[in-house]
C-alpha cells in the first residue's frame, strides 16, 4: 500500500518538479546568494533577483528545451555527489575542532589562500565531470557515438586530458622561478 508521501512524490515527477522546477529554484539561490555577497551588480536586490531568474532560465529549460535530453538524472547526480562532499567535509571540520584548540583562528587563514580556492575548483570541476554533466552537456557538440564502435566515454577522455593539462602545469610553474623581495 502507497502512503501520501509516495503519491505526491509521484505526482510532483509527473508534473516536472524533478526536471525543472527544483533545478530551477536552486540555481536562482545560488547564483542570486552569489551576487548579492560579491556585489558585482550592486547592491538592488531587484536586479541581482532579475540576473538570479534569467541565469537559471538559460540554465534549466535553455538547453532542456533545445534537445530530447533529460538532464534531471545528472542535476540530482551533481547535486548529490556535492552534497556528500560537504557532508564529509563538515563531519571532518567537527573531528578536527575536538582535537585542534584554535580553530576558529586557524579556519579564516587556511580557507582565504589561494591554494584552497584551487582546491575548491578542483573538486567542482571534478564533480562536474563525474556526475555526467559534461557528457550531456556536450553531446550536442560531438554527437552520439557510432553504432558498433566502441569508444570511450566523453567524461572520462576529459577527465584524463585534465589530469594530464594539470600536471603539465604544475611542472611548468615549478619551473618558473619565484621573485623574491
Not at 539561490?29 to 541581482?48: P, Q
Request: a positive charge; hydrophobic letters at 55%.
Amino acid at each position: 500500500m502507497t502512503n501520501y508521501f509516495e503519491i505526491v512524490a509521484n505526482l510532483l515527477g509527473k508534473f516536472g518538479f524533478y526536471q525543472y522546477f527544483f533545478p530551477f529554484a536552486i540555481i536562482a539561490a545560488v547564483v542570486f546568494g552569489l551576487l548579492k555577497k560579491s556585489k558585482i551588480l550592486g547592491e538592488s536586490t531587484v536586479v541581482n533577483g532579475l540576473v538570479a531568474l534569467c541565469v537559471s532560465f538559460i540554465a534549466v529549460f535553455g538547453f532542456s528545451l533545445s534537445t530530447t535530453l533529460n538532464l534531471a538524472s545528472y542535476w540530482s547526480a551533481f547535486f548529490m555527489q556535492i552534497s556528500v562532499f560537504l557532508i564529509v567535509f563538515f563531519v571532518g571540520l567537527l573531528l578536527a575542532s575536538l582535537f585542534y584548540p584554535n580553530i576558529n583562528e586557524w579556519l579564516p587563514k587556511v580557507f582565504t589562500t589561494r591554494s584552497m580556492l584551487l582546491i575548491m575548483v578542483v573538486i567542482a570541476i571534478v564533480v562536474f565531470i563525474s556526475s555526467g554533466l559534461v557528457g550531456a552537456l556536450t553531446l550536442e557538440l560531438t554527437g552520439p557515438s557510432k553504432p558498433g564502435k566502441p569508444t570511450t566515454p566523453r567524461d572520462i577522455t576529459i577527465l584524463v586530458v585534465g589530469i594530464f593539462l594539470f600536471v603539465v602545469f604544475i611542472i611548468i610553474a615549478g619551473s618558473i622561478p619565484r621573485m623574491t623581495k
